[in-house]
């Protein structure tokens, strides 16, 4: 059982930077695949970034390539995400989650914090 909260987001204008935290519970944290996730009103869910257990392998959507960072600490049982020139499309609500694989299908990931909104002004 893996429990995930995010924290980090917020309201913040085009060009800005965020930082996203995951907090999780549990030993077996440094077990999972970490996967970042976002919804905008009206759409579908979507995959952004994800990183391997030991973080040697990372992926990202196209959309936010050179501009975000996925990142993990497995000591602290915390995966990041560095959100740097952000656009008012990326405006959504941010969720972390955790995967036994290293996939970017969402129906994959077995454990999902809560989410945190990120909003982008224009």
């Known amino acids: 059982q893996v429990q995930l909260v995010e924290s980090g987001g917020g309201l913040v204008q085009t060009g800005g930077s965020l930082r996203l935290s995951c907090a999780a519970s549990?030993?077996?944290?440094?077990?999972?695949?970490m996967g970042w996730f976002r919804q905008a009103p009206g759409k579908a869910r979507e995959f952004v970034a994800m990183?391997?257990?030991?973080?040697?392998?990372?992926y990202y959507v196209d959309s936010v390539k050179g501009r975000f960072t996925i990142s993990r600490d497995n000591a602290k049982n915390t995966v990041y995400l560095q959100m740097n020139s952000l656009k008012p499309e990326d405006t959504a609500v941010y969720y972390c989650?955790?995967?036994?694989?290293?996939?970017?299908?969402?129906?994959?990931?077995?454990?999902w914090g809560q989410g945190t909104q990120v909003t982008v002004s224009s």
């Open positions: 549990g030993r077996t944290f440094r077990s999972y695949a």
């Open positions: 989650a955790a995967s036994e694989s290293y996939v970017s299908d969402w129906s994959e990931y077995k454990y």
């Open positions: 990183i391997s257990w030991s973080g040697g392998n990372i």
